[in-house]
């Protein structure tokens, strides 16, 4: 039976983040149907996974400021192993290293730091794009053939991924803006917006005509939403703005910034993708 | 005796990351007065470390995509010991995690990847901000009294940090553009371009009236130049970009671009930023 069907009553993303505790800090976690990507699990959820055995660590103090998640290899559909270890508890900051294997195999390794942040100095350099609500932009569908893409509510406001001509120019743009909020709604927390963070598509869909085996290799996003402005955002989706610069010997660059309401900025961050020629 | 006087031969950044070979995968270092900073060495100059013990090593193939190094605590002058794991080996990618200790005590981490690249798929969504040669500026001195800036030839062509007014508006700009080179010269490798992508200072320089202890917490870096851009660029100063956007509740992000030789993108990154209040 999936694990849908045994959880009901609980929002995808969390029957997908669920964890059973197996052992000292250790969990066991599966994959499910929802958020499957062309092998194996979209590289948010694997994210997410990562991050939730340190959201219910006995040990936490504090809320995720920084998360950077490798790739090594592909989970594939079933059953995980995740171990963490606190490798550093200071009076503000905690560094949490956690483990997800599969079969005796590391298949994605992830940095956590969680703090205490107190208010204080307190500036934003830009402002957030203006743009209207997202009710002014329709639901993309069928984009992709992605599994996981049904799982969010995604709005284009430019750059819509669309396999670029054969005659790409060599300043063809990579940038797209995008509503994203979880489908169905879920209020936003620290678990959703470590996974939404990594919900833009490789951004060499925009720049190349045709499509090849590829991947995230590294993930990073740093969290510059503070718990009230996280709570803040309840089911109203936030507007991410993606990039990327240089596509070169099978790796590209990719950053991105995730806004929320009142145009606070809520996480930031960049990523390495792998492509094959 | 200092590093500095039993290696009189070789550049002060080699002396830095020299590492002797101790047991399995386990090297010492230790840290040189060239690279300090306020407490123990500049993070840069740990990121070099910790690379340096990934190049050495006998199983790598390939050269480095993608380092995140996560500062945990900081590290005394004296010194270190360094441990590498492989942690997986594929056809193209490498994965390995770092550890710098001292005393016992985990002082940073790092997840390195490293990677064999080919010609292929080239594209470059923008280009390097139009500027002039880094003749036409002059070197920045005595900004700060960090000893490692004078390893540096720091040239600002705009945002040169300087303690904001204590009237700074909220929209302040708290991006810096600057040519960057080893002082004395050495030619660009990853080693150097390492630790270059750690040399700019931290953005709430540019935006609060005062000084307060703060610290990288964690440092992202993606490779996208490869070997034959680094071989390049010889002893030519790199031209970075680097800026900032929120400041809220003890941390900010920080991303930057280092651009090189024919305006390609030789790295870009995002870290995380703490300050006391």
Not at 20 to 37: E, F, P, S, V, W
Not at 130 to 155: E, K, Q
Not at 169 to 186: A, E, F, G, M
């Amino acid at each position: 039976m999936s694990r849908e069907n045994l959880m009901p009553e609980l929002h995808p993303l969390d029957i997908a983040t669920s964890l059973i505790l197996t052992g000292d800090d250790t969990y066991r976690g599966q994959t499910t149907k929802t958020y499957a990507n062309v092998i194996g699990p979209y590289g948010g959820i694997t994210a997410a996974c990562l991050m939730q055995a340190v959201l219910i660590d006995r040990r936490l103090a504090g809320t995720p400021v920084s998360l950077t998640v490798n790739l090594l290899a592909a989970v594939a559909d079933g059953e995980f192993d995740i171990t963490v270890k606190l490798a550093r508890s200071g009076k503000y900051i905690q560094h949490w290293s956690v483990e997800l294997v599969q079969n005796g195999r590391i298949c994605s390794n992830a940095s956590v730091i969680t703090a205490l942040r107190e208010a204080g100095f307190d500036h934003q350099s830009v402002d957030a794009p203006a743009i209207g609500p997202h009710t002014d932009f329709d639901r993309s569908t069928g984009v992709f053939p992605l599994p996981w893409l049904n799982a969010y509510d995604i709005r284009f406001v430019e750059g819509a991924p669309a396999f670029a001509s054969a005659l790409c120019t060599s300043k063809l743009s990579t940038r797209s803006v995008q509503y994203v909020s979880d489908n169905p709604p879920r209020p936003l927390d620290y678990l959703s917006l470590t996974a939404i963070a990594d919900s833009f598509l490789l951004r060499i869909f925009n720049v190349r005509a045709k499509s090849t085996p590829m991947g995230s290799v590294s993930i990073t996003t740093h969290f510059t939403g503070a718990p009230e402005d996280i709570a803040a955002q309840g089911i109203e989706p936030v507007l991410g703005v993606v990039d990327g610069i240089r596509f070169h010997g099978n790796f590209h660059d990719q950053n991105m910034q995730i806004w929320g309401r009142g145009g606070k900025l809520l996480a930031t961050g960049s990523q390495l993708v792998w492509f094959k020629n």
